[in-house]
C-alpha cells in the first residue's frame, strides 16, 4: 500500500520515497501525532475515563497530557523563528543582534525551547500559572541545556509588570479565559519594546459548521477563548496594538494574528 502511494520504493529491500521523508524530515508527524495523543487525553480525563486532578480547564489534566501537549507546540516555536520574525518587519534585525520573547502560557517549554534552538541569539521568558507545568519545563530546560536563555516564571499574564523588555510575544487564546485574555493584551501590550510585535494563536472558526461546532466547545472546555477574526481585531486595537493582519498558516494550522506596539514618532 505504502509502495503503491509512492511513500516506499524498491523492491527487495524497500526505503522511504521522497514524500515520506518529507514527511518526517520536519517534525510535523509527530507534531500531529502528540496533538492527537492530547486530545484524546483530554476527551478521557471529560469522560471520567482518566482521573482529572480536582481543578477546570488545563489543570485538570495529568502530566501526561501536559507533555503531549507542549510537544505538539513545539513545531510552532520553529515555524515562529522561520516564518513569522522574517515577515513581521523589525524582528528580523532584533533578533539577529539578541532579541527577547515572551511566551505567555509557555507550559512544559517545549515550543520556548524549540524557539531558542532556532535562534541561537535569543533570550526568552515563559510565564505561566501551572506550578506542575513549570516542574515540567525545568525539566525541558535542562534537557536542552538552555538554563542560560531560557527562563520560566510562575505568573499570571495579567499579573505582568514588565515594560519595554521583550520583541515579540506570543498568547495562545484557546489556553487562556476571556477575561484573563482581555487584561492580558493590555500587560502584554506594556511589555514590549516600542515596534515589538505580538503574535496571537486561536482556533479557526471560517471552517463548515461542525468544525466550528467541535472547536468553539474544545477551546470553551478548556477554559479558553475562541477568538475570530473580527474579535481578534477589535481586541487588539482595544488594547492599543496598531498593524493588525492575518498570517500565513497551512491545512489545519492555527490562525495567527500579529500586531504591533506603535513607535514613536520621529523626533518624538
Given at each position: 500500500?505504502?509502495?503503491?502511494?509512492?511513500?516506499?520504493?524498491?523492491?527487495?529491500?524497500?526505503?522511504?520515497?521522497?514524500?515520506?521523508?518529507?514527511?518526517?524530515?520536519?517534525?510535523?508527524?509527530?507534531?500531529?501525532?502528540?496533538?492527537?495523543?492530547?486530545?484524546?487525553?483530554?476527551?478521557?480525563?471529560?469522560?471520567?475515563?482518566?482521573?482529572?486532578?480536582?481543578?477546570?480547564?488545563?489543570?485538570?489534566?495529568d502530566d501526561a497530557t501536559l507533555l503531549a501537549q507542549g510537544r505538539s507546540s513545539a513545531l510552532g516555536g520553529q515555524m515562529l523563528a522561520m516564518y513569522a520574525i522574517p515577515s513581521l518587519e523589525g524582528l528580523s534585525e532584533r533578533f539577529a543582534a539578541g532579541g527577547d520573547f515572551l511566551d505567555v502560557g509557555v507550559g512544559v517549554a517545549e515550543m520556548a525551547a524549540a524557539f531558542c534552538e532556532a535562534m541561537p541569539n535569543a533570550r526568552v521568558v515563559g510565564i505561566d500559572v501551572l506550578p506542575r507545568a513549570l516542574d515540567l519545563a525545568q525539566q525541558t530546560i535542562a534537557a536542552r541545556g538552555l538554563g542560560d536563555r531560557l527562563e520560566v516564571r510562575l505568573l499570571a499574564v495579567q499579573e505582568l509588570a514588565d515594560v519595554a523588555q521583550f520583541d515579540l510575544a506570543w498568547m495562545p487564546a484557546p489556553f487562556l479565559p476571556a477575561e484573563v485574555f482581555g487584561d492580558g493584551l493590555s500587560r502584554v501590550h506594556d511589555a514590549l519594546r516600542p515596534g515589538g510585535w505580538?503574535?496571537?494563536?486561536?482556533?479557526?472558526?471560517?471552517?463548515?459548521?461542525?468544525?466550528?461546532?467541535?472547536?468553539?466547545?474544545?477551546?470553551?472546555?478548556?477554559?479558553?477563548?475562541?477568538?475570530?477574526?473580527?474579535?481578534?481585531?477589535?481586541?487588539?486595537?482595544?488594547?492599543?496594538?496598531?498593524?493588525?493582519?492575518?498570517?500565513?498558516?497551512?491545512?489545519?494550522?492555527?490562525?495567527?494574528?500579529?500586531?504591533?506596539?506603535?513607535?514613536?514618532?520621529?523626533?518624538?
Amino acid at each position: 500500500m505504502l509502495a503503491a502511494v509512492g511513500l516506499v520504493v524498491g523492491d527487495g529491500r524497500p526505503q522511504m520515497g521522497s514524500g515520506l521523508a518529507e514527511l518526517l524530515s520536519d517534525g510535523s508527524l509527530d507534531t500531529r501525532r502528540q496533538a492527537m495523543l492530547s486530545t484524546l487525553r483530554q476527551v478521557a480525563t471529560a469522560t471520567e475515563i482518566v482521573a482529572a486532578h480536582g481543578a477546570e480547564g488545563w489543570a485538570a489534566q495529568d502530566d501526561a497530557t501536559l507533555l503531549a501537549q507542549g510537544r505538539s507546540s513545539a513545531l510552532g516555536g520553529q515555524m515562529l523563528a522561520m516564518y513569522a520574525i522574517p515577515s513581521l518587519e523589525g524582528l528580523s534585525e532584533r533578533f539577529a543582534a539578541g532579541g527577547d520573547f515572551l511566551d505567555v502560557g509557555v507550559g512544559v517549554a517545549e515550543m520556548a525551547a524549540a524557539f531558542c534552538e532556532a535562534m541561537p541569539n535569543a533570550r526568552v521568558v515563559g510565564i505561566d500559572v501551572l506550578p506542575r507545568a513549570l516542574d515540567l519545563a525545568q525539566q525541558t530546560i535542562a534537557a536542552r541545556g538552555l538554563g542560560d536563555r531560557l527562563e520560566v516564571r510562575l505568573l499570571a499574564v495579567q499579573e505582568l509588570a514588565d515594560v519595554a523588555q521583550f520583541d515579540l510575544a506570543w498568547m495562545p487564546a484557546p489556553f487562556l479565559p476571556a477575561e484573563v485574555f482581555g487584561d492580558g493584551l493590555s500587560r502584554v501590550h506594556d511589555a514590549l519594546r516600542p515596534g515589538g510585535w505580538l503574535i496571537v494563536g486561536a482556533g479557526r472558526f471560517d471552517g463548515d459548521a461542525l468544525a466550528v461546532a467541535v472547536t468553539r466547545w474544545k477551546t470553551l472546555r478548556s477554559g479558553g477563548t475562541p477568538l475570530a477574526p473580527e474579535e481578534a481585531r477589535a481586541s487588539l486595537d482595544g488594547a492599543g496594538f496598531v498593524e493588525m493582519r492575518e498570517l500565513p498558516t497551512p491545512p489545519g494550522a492555527p490562525a495567527l494574528y500579529a500586531a504591533r506596539k506603535a513607535q514613536p514618532a520621529p523626533g518624538v
